[in-house]
């Protein structure tokens, strides 16, 4: 740095940083944030001393609020007539602060965020309260500085005899800090004080006994015992405040919830307005009203139901998704020690008390000192009384008052003081009345001054005025809690009968992805198109509730789930929407190859088995296919493929209680069957491959299908070719073995041009189900295996596709059944 007559050179890091840190240190302390001995920022502190030091106390007539704002501004605060004005309307709000510090006539806002009338028609004084925080400031308790022009003085902090900073809490942002500290009641705030005065050690836990928690002046529900004991330990924590609500009944099997009670600092106007646009948008369904019926006996908001509506269901739903229930955080950041620190309860209430010991001692050091000046006076004036005669000859001898004054001193010794007191005495104190109340007088101060000698000389006796003036003031102006603490968070669970319109739908899921609901009117009037492309087809239609759950399952090993509710609805004649739309990492060639749609997807039971084109099964818990909270854009993996070109052949639901009447029927591209118990396949988790399924050739074979035979029925296996030729045989002529084997052949051997299997299926031996098969040609055929007769194990069955003109057969499954509606 060079310095060349006023002109300095420096960096601009150094002028930043010096610059910043100077205003950061004014917004801190001089604006944003609160000192922690009477709860006050500087623009609260400086309306509350113009005010009284206007005379604008609670025992007088009320006054314009612009005549108190202006004397703010022009006198302690020089910042905008608005900001001084609203922080005047703020302490004087019942809903903002428990302990309101000022009284106002007029429209002082709402609790729906209706801003106050203009400070030309209000008026305000000081609230009886606010005595408490001002009281003593005559008595040199507080240190005094200048203000903004040097023209006078104001209070660094007031006397504040009661915790204003618990009391009414704060709000507040400055450069690097922020400052959130809730209410809480004044008798349990006071309380702690006094046990904590007679008990210095006292622990965390002694302190809680009295302060419960945070006490809102809108009342309300608190729960979170461990948030507040943190907040109380470390100036940290997180409650939630949920509404006080009734739920009642009314005629014709309808109900209501009544709302009493607000979270603090929730509009109440918006949060009609959030719970009614919900219901416009039927974004819940159940309610049929909602009005606010709120007036001067208190708040009333009231939801009215529609009839047989889930009136608790509803209500969780509106705790979750509105302010009827919200989070609050403490975060006790005050000036301690010139310095912002975040506190905790103990500190907050030590720093008080240090503040009232203090200003005790300074306010008893100065009645004492006026006590002795008093008592000085008296006593001469009863030595003077005692030689009257000779006082009144001095006085008359002497040229003038202060020849008097000088005469007095020096003949009888008084002091200046004394002197002055004499010389000034009216004729009619020369009573003997007169005498006998200055002997009285001087008694009376003599046990004052040993009183306030004693006070300042044992501290005991400090705490013991101590607790008397918290006492008392617990006494005059404490009120009943407003606010219920709940040691637990309930868990709020939602109902989705409350969110979804409960109806019958038609639901489609296609081969290619591609997934729809219609409503059932629009169903019936679209005849047979069901808006598929050409080589798409349905792997699952069928009337569904809306409150259901579907799973949908692709060749990849993924599964991706959907409330049917979610599922966008589409005209019946409309393709829908596609899963990629969604879904994220879907490849293009990745197609649904089963469906599975359950009422609550949290109670789900069973199991699944699947296998995989390489020779590879397992068995997983369909309980692990719970939903994840982002299920909207990923899928879940239920089996992992090793091979880049594998896939799954199939996947199938049963009962883990009926594991030992299925067996596992396999089928290879080389024509090979296999068959064994199911309990031979082991259950694994769901990002693992599972076991080896079937013995397939090293080269050109894999698995082609996946079957459970349940032994109860009498099931037949039906077969196709890759050269079109379709048999179905009884699946006893496929003996039970055991897992990982060749098996035996399914279709006869041929040295030229062998029949190789490209799909099978199982149906019903007495009414065996329509079967639908697909060819490399996009070309559909079905067929009846009723028309074809039963088959043996070595027979190749009959040709029924021309493969050379519309390629070879790729799948084969059983017919959707067309719903039919009445």
Do not use: C
């Amino acid at each position: 740095m060079t310095d060349t007559g006023h002109v300095q050179e420096l960096s601009l890091e150094t002028v930043m940083g010096d610059r910043f840190g100077r205003y950061s240190k004014s917004i801190i302390q001089d604006r944003a944030l609160p000192d922690i001995r009477d709860g006050l920022k500087p623009v609260q502190r400086r309306i509350l001393f113009a005010m009284f030091k206007d005379g604008n106390t609670s025992d007088k007539q009320f006054r314009k609020s612009a005549k108190s704002v202006g004397n703010v501004m022009g006198n302690l605060h020089p910042h905008g007539d608005s900001s001084i004005y609203e922080a005047l309307v703020r302490m004087s709000q019942d809903w903002k602060l428990r302990v309101p510090l000022i009284e106002m006539h007029g429209n002082n806002g709402s609790i729906d965020n209706d801003p106050p009338a203009a400070m030309r028609y209000t008026e305000a004084r000081l609230a009886k309260i606010a005595d408490e925080l001002l009281r003593d400031l005559d008595k040199d308790t507080v240190d005094m500085v200048l203000n903004f022009d040097d023209t006078e003085y104001e209070p660094t902090v007031l006397p504040a005899h009661f915790p204003n900073l618990l009391v009414n809490g704060a709000t507040g942002i400055s450069a690097g800090y922020a400052t959130d500290i809730p209410p809480h009641n004044l008798g349990e705030v006071i309380d702690a004080l006094v046990y904590l005065l007679a008990h210095p050690k006292a622990s965390l836990d002694d302190l809680m006994t009295f302060v419960k928690g945070p006490d809102f002046p809108t009342g309300g529900i608190v729960q979170g015992l461990e948030g507040i004991r943190s907040a109380f330990k470390t100036g940290h924590g997180r409650v939630v405040v949920r509404s006080k609500t009734a739920i009642s009944p009314l005629k014709g099997g309808k109900a209501k919830i009544e709302i009493s009670e607000i979270p603090y600092e929730v509009n109440k106007a918006a949060l009609v307005k959030k719970i009614d646009e919900m219901h416009l948008n039927k974004d819940i369904a159940g309610i049929s009203e909602v009005r606010d019926e709120s007036d001067r006996d208190g708040l009333s908001i009231v939801i009215e139901l529609a009839k047989d509506a889930n009136a608790q269901g509803i209500l969780n739903y509106l705790f979750k998704k509105t302010d009827l229930q919200v989070t609050y955080s403490y975060n006790m950041v005050a000036i301690h020690n010139q310095r912002p620190e975040r506190v905790g309860l103990k500190v907050a209430l030590e720093a008080f008390l240090e503040h009232q010991v203090d200003v005790l001692t300074k306010r008893t050091q100065f009645d004492l000192q006026k006590a002795k000046r008093r008592q000085h006076i008296v006593l001469g004036l009863i030595k003077a009384m005692s030689i009257l005669d000779q006082v009144i000859a001095t006085i008359r001898a002497s040229k003038d008052r202060k020849d008097a004054k000088q005469n007095l001193v020096a003949q009888y010794d008084f002091s200046n003081e004394q002197a002055e007191a004499i010389v000034t005495m009216q004729l009619y104190r020369l009573t003997n009345t007169d005498v006998t109340q200055l002997e009285n007088e001087s008694a009376e101060l003599k046990d004052k001054i040993a009183e306030y000698e004693l006070i300042l000389a044992e501290p005991k006796e400090l705490r013991k005025v101590l607790r008397g003036e918290l006492k008392a003031i617990k006494k005059t102006y404490a009120t009943p809690r407003r606010s219920q603490i709940e040691d637990q968070i309930q868990e709020l669970k939602i109902d989705e009968t409350v969110t979804v319109v409960d109806e019958d739908v038609m639901l489609l899921v296609s081969k290619n992805g591609y997934v729809k609901r219609s409503s059932l009117r629009s169903y019936g009037a679209s005849g047979s198109d069901n808006g598929l492309r050409e080589d798409d087809e349905v792997v699952f239609m069928d009337e569904v509730n809306t409150l259901e759950h579907v799973f949908m399952f692709t060749d990849h090993g993924q599964v991706i789930y959907r409330p049917v509710h979610e599922v966008a609805e589409t005209r019946w004649k409309e393709p829908g929407e596609h899963l990629s739309q969604t879904i994220t990492g879907l490849t293009s060639d990745e197609q649904i190859i089963a469906v599975k749609v359950v009422k609550d997807y949290q109670a789900l039971n069973g199991e699944w088995i699947a296998a995989t084109s390489d020779g590879h099964i397992k068995r997983f818990a369909f309980a692990d296919l719970t939903p994840r909270s982002n299920y909207r854009k990923k899928s879940t993996p239920y089996m992992k493929l090793k091979q880049d070109d594998a896939y799954v052949v199939n996947v199938l639901p049963f009962s883990s209680s009926d594991v030992g009447h299925y067996t596992v029927l396999l089928t290879s591209y080389q024509a090979n069957g296999l068959r064994y118990a199911l309990d031979e396949v082991p259950t694994h988790g769901l990002r693992t491959t599972g076991v080896k399924a079937m013995s397939l050739a090293e080269q050109d074979d894999s698995l082609t299908s996946l079957s459970l035979v349940d032994d109860r029925q009498s099931l037949a296996l039906a077969l196709i070719s890759n050269r079109g030729a379709f048999k179905w045989m009884p699946v006893d002529e496929v003996p039970v073995t055991s897992r990982a084997r060749k098996g035996v052949a399914v279709m006869r051997e041929l040295k030229r041009d062998p029949h190789r299997i490209m799909a099978a299926a199982l149906v019903n031996q007495k009414q065996p189900t329509p079967l639908r098969i697909l060819t490399l040609g996009d070309r559909v055929f079905d067929i009846l295996p009723a028309d074809h007769p039963l088959s043996q194990r070595y027979s190749n069955g009959s040709f029924v596709i021309d493969t050379e003109n519309v390629g070879e057969p790729v799948a084969m499954y059983p017919l959707v059944q067309v719903p039919l509606l009445n």
